[in-house]
Structure formats: structure tokens, C-alpha cells
């Protein structure tokens, strides 16, 4: 594969490629006089002064993603975003204007034709054309500029596809507008295609380790299982299908039971598997004995509630399959952790001005980067400064308005539980702050 300089290295190797052919065949004896290859931008070719010398000028007008490549390769990180899985490659397509310049009488179409004879002989980059052109001798690469000395280390001589040099068709809509957006004059022009310069990292990925064996080997015949065939609708493997939690509630709390209900999830040695992506936890716990099959419980204690901080968490269990020596993970949910006031309701007495001063405590613990509010009836305050972690805020409310106000305390975004719904119809949970 190549490196980011590959873009400058086949424009580098078009223009040694363009300028070997016009000595080749003796263009500046035909038109009598000096002949240059240049790859800047159309509008800085002809100099201030008006002056047009007789010159190829390449360049590079737009770079496109290849189609053919673009899906080629595993995703790039895993789904938490921290682990480097491969080096996917970034595919492109480079397009060319090449154009003739010069101020004398069909100067301009003897270059042109001369340089798109050049390019229909050589529709391919050969690797020892690019190995030329990028990397001359010592003698001479010691006096290029370090930018074209740098090429040399693109790797585009290495990379496993071949770069193809196609003409392409631009209508007269399509030159007018380049041309315009150049601030430039018309000259003769021809477009052409350089396909398919693949960049790629070099940073170290995670390789998997090989298979030894597909299912168990037969002591016997020393052959493996291999795949075998269950008539069954169901995936013979720990699955999980839904988690549901105590009381009816959308958000999981500390100390309550949660249900995961799904099949294949009896066995020995049942784990509960919590992920959190944002603080980077990994956690285990050891399921309940109750359940069976179909059903895996667990709480999280609230003696540990300093390891698990509100948020989204990703749940699945790891068990022991009968028959079976080595454990199997199932698949994962998502499940969300919700702060929980403790000690409400609490009567709060405003002072001789009407501010409103008291604390509350909560759980799980507060870590820092969190951000906390809480909601009285529909308004939102802030608490007091402070150092995380915290289990305690303190709110300081100037005209607090009077009334037995519902308190919910939000931490990013995800509110503390204030609705019984276990209750028919649905009624709302004593969690208040009674403001006199």
C-alpha cells in the first residue's frame, strides 16, 4: 500500500513520464524552441508579464473515492471505538487536466498531441517507471527540493494494484466551469483519469488468533466436529432477548432485581458481563440462583456504587453450557443506570429573602465530566460548585418558589425515576421537596 504522499507521487511520476517523452521525440526541435512540463494551477502558468512560453501543464482538478475499493477491508475500530481492528485502505481516483500553453501558431496542439500519444503508449504506471521517477540517482537527488525528495518514500511502487491512466470526457459545461473556477483562459485540453492510488495506515492493529479447531476433536479419528446441524429454529447459543427492570421502570436502579430473559441461559458458573464505553468499566457479577433457561436475574449491589456511574450500559452473560469444558458469552443489550434521590421527601424553609438552601443525597456516585441538574415540578437548577466524586450536592435557590415540588435529579439527561408504575393507573412516587 502507499502512503499519504502518493496523490503528489503519480502527479510526479505523470510529469517525468510527459517530460522523458517530449525529449524522446525532439517536440522542441518541431516547434522550435525549449519545451516544460509544469502541475500547478492553471491560473499561475502564464507569468504576469504576458509572456506565454510553450509548456504541458498537469493538473490535478479533483480526487474521488474508487468505487471498486472503497468497501474493501474490516471496519477500522471495533464498536466501542478504542480498538484499532485493521488498516482499511483509502481508495481514489485522481483527475487531470492536461493542457497546452504557448503564444505561437499550432504550438499548442503539437504539445497536446505529442503528450496524449505519450499517454495512450503508457495506459499503465509500470513499478520501475514510479521507481525512476521517485527515486533518481544520488547524484541528482541530493540537489531536488526536500518535498520531491520525500517521494521516494510513498510506496507506490509497492502497492498491490497497478495505477491505470484512462482519458475521461468532459463536455463543454463541464470545461467551461473548471476553467471558470480557475480564473483562467481556455487552452487546449484533455482530461484524463489516474486509477486507483490506495493510501493506507501502518499503525498496529489487533490480529486474531487462528482457529485450532472447529467443535470438539475426536479422540479416534483425531478429526474435529466441525459444523453440525440442529434442527431447530433457535441459535444453540446464550442469547439474550430483553431486559426488563423491577417495577416497570425504563431505567435500572441500584439494589433492584433486573431480568434478562432470553434462551440457552442455563448452565454453571452464570456471570453477568457490564460494559461501559465512556468510562471504560468492565465488570462482572455473579448472577441469582433463581431462573432457569430462559431466565438470568441479577442487582446490582449499592455497596459498589462507586463502580457503576449513570449512564448507557451494555449487559450479557457469560454460563456454562451442559456438555460443554469452556464458558460462552451471549450477545449484548443495552441497559441505562439512573441516579436515585435517598432520603426525600424534605421540608425546606425559605429565608428572611426567599432563598431556599438544602442538600440532597443521591446514588450512584457523581464522577467528574458528568453533568448534574436537579428539576423541581418543571424548573431546572444548578448545584453548588464541587470537586468530583460526590454523593451530596447542595442547592442554593434565590426566590424559591413556594410548594410540594417533585424532585428529579438529572444526570446526563437521564432522570431519577419519579413515576410508580407498577401502580394502576400510574401515580407519582413521594420524591419531594416541600419549599414554605
Request: charged content about 15%; overall charge negative; proline content about 9%.
Amino acid at each position: 500500500m502507499s502512503s499519504a504522499l502518493a496523490i503528489a507521487g503519480v502527479t510526479a511520476v505523470l510529469r517525468d513520464l510527459l517530460n522523458d517523452g517530449l525529449i524522446n521525440h525532439n517536440v522542441a526541435g518541431v516547434v522550435g524552441t525549449s519545451v516544460r512540463v509544469s502541475v500547478g494551477p492553471p491560473d499561475q502558468v502564464v507569468p504576469g508579464n504576458g509572456n506565454e512560453a510553450s509548456q504541458l501543464n498537469l493538473f490535478l482538478h479533483q480526487v474521488t473515492p474508487n468505487l471498486g475499493w472503497r468497501n474493501e477491508g474490516l471496519p477500522s475500530r471495533d464498536p466501542s471505538g478504542r480498538q484499532r481492528m485493521s488498516n482499511p485502505p483509502l481508495a481514489l481516483d485522481l483527475h487531470y487536466l492536461l493542457s497546452a500553453y504557448s503564444s505561437g501558431d499550432l504550438h499548442g496542439e503539437i504539445l497536446l498531441g505529442y503528450a496524449m500519444q505519450l499517454l495512450h503508449e503508457n495506459p499503465v504506471l509500470t513499478r520501475q517507471a514510479i521507481l525512476t521517477a521517485l527515486s533518481p540517482s544520488p547524484a541528482v537527488g541530493n540537489t531536488l527540493p526536500p518535498a520531491l525528495r520525500a517521494l521516494s518514500d510513498s510506496g507506490l511502487e509497492n502497492q498491490i494494484e497497478q495505477i491505470k491512466i484512462t482519458p475521461e470526457y468532459l463536455n463543454i459545461e463541464e470545461m467551461s466551469k473548471i476553467w471558470t473556477a480557475t480564473q483562467s483562459h481556455l487552452r487546449p485540453t484533455a482530461a484524463y483519469m489516474a486509477s486507483v492510488v490506495l493510501i493506507e495506515s501502518t499503525r498496529p492493529v489487533r490480529s486474531p488468533l487462528p482457529v485450532l479447531s472447529r467443535g470438539p476433536v475426536d479422540p479416534v479419528t483425531h478429526r474435529d466436529r466441525g459444523v453440525q446441524v440442529i434442527p431447530d429454529l433457535l441459535p444453540p447459543l446464550p442469547t439474550i432477548e430483553e431486559v426488563t427492570l423491577a417495577e416497570g421502570q425504563p431505567v435500572a436502579r441500584l439494589g433492584q432485581t433486573v431480568n434478562l430473559s432470553g434462551h440457552h441461559l442455563d448452565g454453571t458458573g452464570r456471570t453477568i458481563l457490564l460494559v461501559n464505553d465512556r468510562f471504560e468499566i468492565n465488570l462482572s457479577i455473579a448472577a441469582l440462583g433463581t431462573g432457569g433457561a430462559a431466565l438470568m436475574q441479577f442487582i446490582i449491589p449499592v455497596a459498589q456504587a462507586a463502580n457503576f456511574p449513570v449512564g448507557v450500559w451494555h449487559v450479557g452473560v457469560s454460563v456454562l453450557r451442559p456438555g460443554e469444558a469452556t464458558p460462552r458469552e451471549s450477545n449484548r443489550l443495552a441497559m441505562t443506570i439512573a441516579p436515585e434521590i435517598t432520603g426525600l421527601p424534605i421540608l425546606v424553609a425559605r429565608d428572611g429573602v426567599g432563598t431556599a438552601s438544602f442538600s440532597i443525597n443521591f446514588r450512584p456516585v457523581l464522577r467528574p465530566g458528568q453533568q448534574v441538574a436537579l428539576v423541581l415540578g418543571q424548573q431546572e437548577y444548578s448545584p453548588q460548585s464541587f470537586a468530583a466524586p460526590v454523593s451530596t450536592l447542595s442547592f442554593v435557590i434565590p426566590n424559591a418558589p413556594v410548594g410540594n415540588h417533585l424532585a428529579r435529579l438529572r444526570v446526563d439527561g437521564i432522570d431519577s425515576p419519579i413515576i410508580d408504575r407498577s401502580a394502576t393507573p400510574p401515580v407519582f412516587l413521594n420524591q419531594r421537596v416541600n419549599i414554605t
